[in-house]
């Protein structure tokens, strides 16, 4: 093995293990964009919740000021709630795709050195064959000299 080959091996093996790294990021990126998306959808559907209960107890009866005031602040509180898990949706999306872009460039630097490598095998296995074939005629040549058959 040649000291190029055997550095792009060693730069090929450490562009897998980054791409492997990339792709747990990826992963995990994804994986918290589905937790706050979950988040999201459980605070709007308690925003959804309060909103009924809140008509529901403000039709045919009266509220004192009081639970009112209360209600409303609870209202205020859920709606702050979705909020922050949109904001927090929406950043765990920008990272995902963050995520989904530094894996794509891992990968492609991990397949250009995996085909520089193909290559210079390729390379170094056409000259020992050249070597083989040109052993060979060279043997066969000085074989007809000598006047061996063959």
Do not use: I
Not at 25 to 35: G, I, K, V
Not at 127 to 147: I, P, Q, T, Y
């Amino acid at each position: 093995m040649s000291q190029r080959e055997r550095a792009l091996a060693a730069l090929h093996r450490l562009r897998d293990f980054q791409h492997g790294q990339q792709e747990t990021a990826h992963r995990l990126a994804q994986h918290d964009e589905n937790a706050q998306l979950n988040a999201l959808q459980r605070a709007r559907s308690a925003l959804e919740h309060g909103q009924q209960q809140a008509g529901s107890a403000g039709q045919g009866s009266s509220l004192d000021l009081g639970r009112a005031a209360l209600v409303a602040q609870l209202m205020e509180g859920l709606l702050e709630n979705v909020r922050d898990r949109r904001s927090a949706h929406e950043q765990a999306g920008a990272r995902t795709a963050l995520a989904a872009a530094q894996h794509l460039a891992a990968q492609r630097q991990r397949d250009q050195v995996g085909d520089h490598l193909a290559q210079e095998r390729a390379r170094l296995q056409q000259a020992s064959d050249v070597r083989d074939f040109d052993d060979r005629s060279d043997l066969l040549l000085a074989r007809r000299l000598r006047g061996d058959a063959t």
